[in-house]
Every structure is written in C-alpha cells, then in structure tokens.
C-alpha cells in the first residue's frame, strides 16, 4: 500500500474539477483495505471511498484527508448465468462481459461512467430498468466491526436512486453477484445499439466536456404537472415522477451559464465544465436551477450528485 499526499482530485472525477486529496491510496485486495483504514484511524484523519468519480463534485480545495480509491477489477463468470464481478470494475466493463457470454439483462447501462460499486450504492439506472433488477447478492466489508459481510438482494434495501450503502457509508461494498438471463447474442448486440443511439441523440458526450451526467432525481409531482407533461411530451409518466430535465428545459434554462458552468443545450439536466471551470460555479448554477424549477412549479428539486468537502 502507497499513500500518496497531494494528489489533484479533478483527476479521478469525470467533472474534472477538484482540489488536491492531503493523502491518498489506491488499493486492489481487502487486506490493503483494512491497512488503509487503519493507517487513517492511527492518524485521526478523515476518509472516503472512491470508486470512478462519476457521481460527485470534489470542493475547489480538495478533501483534507485520506481517499481511498478502489481499483478491485476481477470479473467472473460464476455459472451460465451468474456474473461475480468487483465494486472497481467499470460498469461498462460489466456490460460488455454480459454481452459477451450471452447474458441479458444489462444493456440499458451501456455508456453509463462509473465503477460497479457506485452504481449499486446508487442503484443506477436508465430507461425503466434499474442495477437491482440483476444484483442477486452483494459483498461488503463493515467499518464497524472490520469484517466482511453479505447480504441478499433484500437486505440491500433498494430504492430510487439509493441503497443501504448510501444510507449507511460504513457498509463499503467490495463485489456483488449479478444473475442474469441466456438470450441470443444478436438481440443482445442490437438492443445495445440501440441504447447506445439513444444516449448519443439526448445527451453530450462525457468525454468532450467534464460531468457527472444527471445532477438531480426525478421528483415526485402533483397531478396538474403530470398533466401538462404527458400532454407536452406524449409520454406517460411513472410512479408520479417527471423527468427533471423537462422541468429545467420548460423554465428556458438549457444552455443557461455561470462562468465556466453550462446547463447542457441536449440534456437540461447536464451541467458541464465547459471553460476548465471551479466548484463553486457548478454549486452556483445547481442553485439557480432549483430556485427557477421552485418558483415556476413549486417543485424542489433534490440533487443526484454527491457534492464532497462542503
């Protein structure tokens, strides 16, 4: 294990905005995992896990402690239809590996940055689906008592955009089980295009400009709301939730910028880091668009986005 100090966050975000972590370590096995805690606890400094960096804002001036950057990347196939696969390994990774051996169920998350880990803390999901939908059991390592732990699909408690291990952060999630279903390699390969055409029609490409994709949930509306959306779009709505994008881009906030931060002119519920652009101007801007969606719909918009050292 090599603790590093000084290392620029902005680096391991896909905002590519960030201050300097004051120490730092990438590990690969449990046991560097264990070490790394210690090390923390034995000098009284602050942790935090790190996975991809695609769900979180790094403050200007860094994080004044220990980051704990999770590089476990083994994937395997268990049985026919079973995928072993660790928190570090890359969701696309994970899809492409489905894909590969005949196995469904995870297509709608092809192009989605981030580690495997992040997107069950987070259950990440697209399209109607969700990554609970696959996760049969996950494997976590317990700050409380240092000792691994297991818990089924139930224990994990999943939710929109959440999951026990957001909820508790002493539950630091270490590989998950995944089962999926047998289907022919050619729907599989067409279905993956197609969501692949989808994203590339409604969002900017990450890799242009910094962001983290999506900054706010969904919210929950009244039935007034509903109304004019399905009205407006042609689109039913689910679970009494609209799109928060569609409520940015009514309030005539797409391509709205505060310095170096721009909500995307594709996806309104993209802000990207267009001019090498600071924190502070992306928490500005999240701020604006609250308070418009507030003022013109009464909705409170809730953040997606993890917003570290504030």
């Known amino acids: 294990m090599k603790i590093q100090e000084k290392v620029l966050l902005k680096d391991f975000s896909t905002f590519k905005i960030g201050g300097p972590a004051k120490y730092f370590v990438e590990i690969k096995a449990l046991e560097e995992l264990k070490e790394a805690i210690e090390w923390a606890k034995e000098k009284e400094a602050k942790f935090m896990i790190l996975g991809g960096g695609s769900n979180?804002?790094?403050?200007?001036?860094?994080?004044?402690?220990?980051?704990?950057?999770?590089?476990?990347n083994q994937i395997e196939l268990k049985d026919k239809t079973t995928i072993v696969c660790e928190a570090g390994v890359m969701l696309s990774e994970l899809v492409l590996f489905s894909a590969k051996n005949d196995l469904t169920g995870l297509e709608w998350a092809v192009g989605i940055p981030?580690?495997?880990?992040?997107?069950?803390?987070?259950?990440?999901?697209?399209?109607?689906?969700?990554?609970?939908?696959?996760?049969?059991?996950v494997v976590y390592f317990d700050l409380e008592n240092l000792q691994e732990e297991h818990c089924n699909k139930e224990a994990c408690e999943f939710d929109y955009r959440k999951s026990v291990f957001k909820e508790f952060d002493h539950k630091i999630i270490w590989?998950?089980?995944?089962e999926l279903e047998i289907a022919e390699s050619e729907e599989i390969q067409?279905?993956?295009?197609?969501?692949?055409?989808?994203?590339?029609?409604?969002?900017?490409?990450?890799?242009?400009?910094?962001?983290v994709g999506s900054i706010f949930k969904n919210p929950i509306v009244g039935e007034a709301i509903i109304e004019t959306f399905e009205q407006e779009t042609g689109i039913k709505c689910r679970d009494k939730k609209v799109p928060a994008a569609w409520l940015i881009d009514m309030c005539n906030l797409k391509g709205y910028r505060v310095n170096g931060a721009q909500v995307s002119e594709k996806q309104a519920n993209f802000i990207l880091n267009v001019d090498d652009t600071t924190a502070e101007n992306i928490i500005v801007l999240i701020s604006v668009i609250k308070q418009k969606v507030r003022n013109t719909f009464g909705v409170q918009l809730e953040e997606e986005v993890e917003i570290v050292g504030y």
């Open 175 to 178: 590989k998950a089980f995944f």
């Open 114 to 137: 981030g580690t495997v880990g992040g997107a069950i803390r987070g259950n990440a999901g697209a399209f109607g689906l969700e990554i609970k939908n696959a996760t049969q059991e």
């Open 56 to 72: 979180l804002l790094f403050h200007d001036k860094g994080f004044d402690g220990l980051v704990i950057r999770l590089i476990n």
């Open 190 to 211: 067409k279905t993956m295009k197609e969501i692949i055409q989808k994203r590339q029609e409604k969002n900017t490409c990450l890799t242009k400009n910094g962001s």
